[in-house]
């Protein structure tokens, strides 16, 4: 198992189910070059801007969105979010680097204040000393 997997079974494994389902998340405050990441990503989502958000990932990023196959890579990516985008507020609930990876877990809502809409994990590589995304996962705190 990868240290990231690890940490990431690690934290899940710290609450029971009961638990876990009524349990408010406080965001936390991420270092700087973190944080610039999330506010990259809101910025191009809220200007619909495509080839801002592929940028923000790895030549061989992926997005795994619900109900979608994997989008692989900045172009397939790219196509992914044309025409995609809308006011967007991103928040962290916990976050870990070790070298050059790492990852961000947090909640998303349209505006800073609202209730999530759902939730999200980015792992991250640093790329000649920028943080850039591997992969971005969501999904919605509501049931399809």
């Given at each position: 198992m990868?240290?990231?997997?690890?940490?990431?079974?690690l934290?899940?494994?710290?609450?029971?189910?009961?638990?876990?389902?009524?349990?408010?998340?406080?965001?936390?405050?991420?270092?700087?070059?973190?944080?610039?990441?999330?506010?990259?990503?809101e910025?191009?989502?809220?200007?619909?801007?495509?080839?801002?958000?592929?940028?923000?990932?790895?030549?061989?990023?992926?997005?795994?969105?619900?109900?979608?196959?994997?989008?692989?890579?900045?172009?397939?990516?790219?196509?992914?979010?044309?025409?995609?985008?809308?006011?967007?507020?991103?928040?962290?609930?916990?976050y870990?680097?070790?070298?050059?990876?790492?990852?961000?877990?947090?909640?998303?809502?349209?505006?800073?204040?609202?209730?999530?809409?759902?939730?999200?994990?980015?792992?991250?590589?640093?790329?000649?000393?920028?943080?850039?995304?591997?992969?971005?996962?969501?999904?919605?705190?509501?049931?399809?």
């Amino acid at each position: 198992m990868t240290p990231l997997l690890l940490i990431l079974s690690l934290f899940n494994a710290t609450q029971s189910p009961q638990d876990q389902a009524n349990t408010v998340v406080t965001p936390i405050t991420l270092p700087p070059p973190l944080a610039r990441v999330l506010t990259d990503y809101e910025n191009a989502w809220k200007a619909k801007d495509a080839d801002a958000l592929a940028n923000l990932f790895t030549e061989d990023g992926f997005v795994l969105t619900g109900g979608q196959p994997p989008a692989r890579g900045r172009d397939a990516i790219r196509s992914l979010y044309k025409g995609a985008g809308g006011p967007l507020s991103l928040h962290a609930f916990a976050y870990a680097t070790s070298g050059d990876v790492g990852y961000i877990i947090g909640g998303f809502s349209s505006e800073p204040g609202v209730a999530d809409r759902g939730k999200f994990t980015l792992t991250l590589r640093k790329v000649s000393g920028r943080w850039l995304i591997m992969s971005d996962m969501d999904n919605p705190n509501t049931r399809r």
